[in-house]
């Protein structure tokens, strides 16, 4: 289930939920996959820009380490 809402307004610019503000950016998609996570964040009470987010977060960032 989603997080409710924080009780203050939210405002331009400032952040609601995380420790930054959301910024546009642009993907390119097939349609079948714009149904798939239009359903799940309407599932979920969520925009598709929060359930991207939220994937986002989870991911795990590959460590580089040198071979020595």
């Given at each position: ?13 400032e ?16 349609p ?37």
């Amino acid at each position: 289930m989603s997080n409710p809402r924080p009780k203050r307004k939210a405002r331009r610019d400032e952040p609601l939920f995380y420790e930054e503000t959301k910024i546009q950016k642009g993907i390119w998609i097939t349609p079948s996959t714009w149904d798939k996570m239009k359903q799940m964040a309407e599932s979920e009470g969520i925009s598709i820009s929060e359930l991207v987010e939220r994937w986002g977060r989870h991911l795990k960032v590959p460590s580089h380490s040198s071979h020595l």
